[in-house]
């Protein structure tokens, strides 16, 4: 079992920047593919970032791609969003995902096996 918790999230001004954090625990966390969803009201959730075990594959949606950052720091057991430009689209609720291996296609939710409880980001026009 991964236990996720994220972190970080807020209320941002639109060009604004957050960093959203996620620690886990329970596995050997550097086995683990880490991604990043969200989901607006009456939206359903969508893929924003991901990362593969090793770093060498990461993947980002278009809407966010050059804003966000994925990474992720092993010693910490922690994945980070670091997100900049922030856009009023950009409201929703965040959440980490793990899986033991990077899942195909990367951008489906339901292929990634541990959740968080997710952290609500408003960016204010």
Not at 102 to 111: A, G, I, M, T, V
Request: glycine share 10%; charged share 20%.
């Amino acid at each position: 079992q991964v236990q996720l918790v994220e972190s970080g999230g807020g209320l941002v001004q639109a060009g604004g920047s957050l960093r959203l954090s996620c620690a886990a625990s329970g596995r050997t966390f550097s086995n683990y593919a880490m991604g990043w969803f969200r989901q607006a009201p009456g939206k359903e959730r969508e893929f924003v970032a991901t990362r593969g075990r090793s770093g060498d594959s990461t993947y980002y949606a278009d809407s966010v791609k050059g804003r966000f950052t994925i990474s992720k720091d092993n010693a910490k057991n922690t994945v980070y969003l670091q997100m900049n430009s922030l856009k009023p689209e950009d409201t929703a609720v965040y959440y980490c995902a793990a899986k033991k291996y990077l899942p195909s296609p990367y951008y489906r939710s339901h292929l990634y096996d541990y959740w968080g409880q997710g952290t609500q980001v408003t960016v204010s026009s």
